[in-house]
């Protein structure tokens, strides 16, 4: 069964700190995805990658970064972590932009306090 | 600016009956339609899918219809189970990007 797996379910971190989100997918797939997804605001895109060390801004990429040194792992950081990204972090991946859409990890909750 | 839309943001549908989740987009661009659903603390998973080149497409109790001169979308339930109970996101993507755009969400409630 294909997977995309996600460090961490839960993390609570404190104002200030640099935060890292690990996600690892074992389907070779090339596009790897972040998004959060917040009440009212559906999921909304970070950043993503299309190759190893290729990365593209996605809508909403003030105060993160990204990291695709391997395929197979695609890390979201937060550089000072800040109360308003607060939020549940969706990991994607897929081989094609086609009718197969993405596989997701199972999010991590993030709360910064 | 919003290119695709879920205006319902919760649904409540008895037990058996049809359920009706509504989708319109912007773009008329955009080439590929997915829904997912998602279940609290989980991620989404894919639920069925559309080509503009179709009008609809049927996978068991689920059915997407297309309607591409209003740019709308509509995913059908039938009959309507409680474990169908979750938020429904529809997803837009056009030939040849990498990415798809996420509506807002629906949350639908089905009661037993």
């Known amino acids: 069964d294909v997977k995309v797996t996600q460090s961490s379910r839960y993390l609570v971190k404190r104002t200030g700190e640099k935060v890292f989100l690990e996600c690892v997918q074992d389907?070779?797939?090339?596009?790897m995805f972040w998004y959060r997804q917040d009440p009212g605001l559906g999921l909304r895109l970070i950043y993503f990658?299309?190759?190893?060390?290729?990365?593209e801004k996605g809508d909403i990429p003030e105060g993160y970064s990204v990291s695709r040194e391997k395929k197979e792992r695609f890390s979201l950081i937060l550089e000072s972590a800040s109360t308003n990204q607060t939020s549940m972090y969706l990991c994607?991946?897929?081989?094609?932009?086609?009718?197969?859409?993405?596989?997701f990890g199972s999010g991590t909750r993030l709360t910064v306090v | 600016d919003q290119q695709v839309k879920q205006n319902s943001p919760s649904l409540s549908v008895q037990e058996g009956r049809i359920s009706i989740l509504n989708c319109d987009y912007t773009?008329?661009?955009?080439?590929?339609f997915l829904w997912y659903k998602k279940y609290p603390a989980e991620g989404p998973t894919f639920l069925i899918s559309i080509s503009s080149i179709k009008d609809k497409n049927e996978d068991g109790r689920f059915t997407v219809f297309l309607n591409k001169s209003a740019k709308h979308l509509s995913l059908h339930i039938v009959p309507s189970q409680p474990g169908d109970s979750a938020v429904y996101f529809c997803a837009a993507s056009g030939r040849g990007t990498y990415k798809y755009i996420f509506g807002t969400g629906t949350r639908l409630k089905v009661l037993a």
């Open positions: 994607a991946s897929s081989l094609v932009l086609s009718l197969y859409g993405y596989t």
């Open positions: 389907m070779d797939h090339e596009n």
């Open positions: 773009n008329s661009m955009f080439d590929y």
């Open positions: 990658s299309y190759d190893v060390k290729m990365k």
